[in-house]
Nanobody
Framework: QVQLVESGGGLVQAGGSLRLSCKAS????????MGWFRQAPGKEREFVAA???????YYGDSVKGRFTISRDNNKNTVYLQMNALKPEDTAVYYC???????????????WGQGTQVTVSS
């Protein structure tokens, strides 16, 4: 089993920045693909970003150029740096892990509890 715990969410004004963190514990592996999804009220869970064990990165179209995903394998931690935030970025952000990359949330095996990000206009 792998446990994932997110932190760093909060309330920011449009144009501001936040950095989310996700700490992994348990039976972790550096070969896991780590990623972020988000879900707003009444909406489907949306792919945000992912990073492979070889540091290949992937981004959803709505966040490309504004968000940056990174990982620190020594700390078993993945980060999501969010810049130029917009009100439409408001959602619960979930950290996830999987063996093979996919943009489909149902393919991911491990999930954190989520952290709320709210962007005011």
């Amino acid at each position: 089993q792998v446990q994932l715990v997110e932190s760093g969410g909060g309330l920011v004004q449009a144009g501001g920045s936040l950095r989310l963190s996700c700490k992994a514990s348990g039976r972790t592996s550096r070969r896991y693909v780590m990623g972020w999804f988000r879900q707003a009220p009444g909406k489907e869970r949306e792919f945000v970003a992912a990073i492979s064990w070889s540091s290949i990165t992937y981004y959803g179209d709505s966040v490309k150029g504004r968000f940056t995903i990174s990982r620190d394998n020594n700390k078993n931690t993945v980060y999501l740096q969010m810049n130029a935030l917009k009100p439409e970025d408001t959602a619960v952000y979930y950290c996830a892990a999987v063996e093979n990359y996919s943009r489909t949330s149902s393919q991911w095996n491990y999930w954190g509890q989520g952290t709320q990000v709210t962007v005011s206009s």
